[in-house]
């Protein structure tokens, strides 16, 4: 396994926003349609995890041009480093929890969006 490379904010910018902590939905291959986060960047790849299928331990490996982002865990690299210090069977547990979290959230205000609440 090639070693990940440290990425600044601006240079993720440029691979479409897409660092470490961005929920990313896939875009083609059998798991189409599917919400991820990247727990780590590659060179052409991304690393993977939804909790579920793809824990940290196994993260799928996707390339960038396949996923389209949703947008970013907030403060995800303080969430990340203490994700890794849960045990093992919590870490699933809490990264699933964190994406259902930032989905409700986006859909709460998507919904206000199409009331025109503001």
Same mark, same amino acid.
């Given at each position: 396994m090639k070693p990940v490379t440290e990425h600044t904010f601006f240079d993720g910018m440029k691979d479409r926003g897409i660092i470490v902590g961005t929920v990313v *939905?896939?875009?083609? =291959?059998?798991?189409? =349609?599917?919400?991820?986060?990247?727990?780590?960047?590659?060179? @052409?790849?991304? @690393? *993977?995890?939804?909790g579920d299928k793809r824990s940290l331990e196994? +993260?799928?490996?996707? %390339? %960038?041009?396949?996923?389209? +982002?949703l947008g970013q865990l907030p403060e995800a690299q303080a969430w990340m480093t203490s994700l890794m210090e849960l045990p093992v069977p919590l870490q699933s547990s809490a990264l699933r929890k964190e994406i259902r979290s930032f989905l409700e959230s986006h859909r709460n205000i998507s919904d206000k969006n199409e009331r025109g609440d503001t």
């Open positions: *939905l896939s875009k083609c =291959g059998h798991d189409e =349609g599917r919400i991820y986060v990247v727990v780590a960047e590659h060179e @052409s790849y991304l @690393s *993977l995890s939804d196994e +993260p799928k490996r996707k %390339r %960038r041009k396949h996923v389209r +982002p």
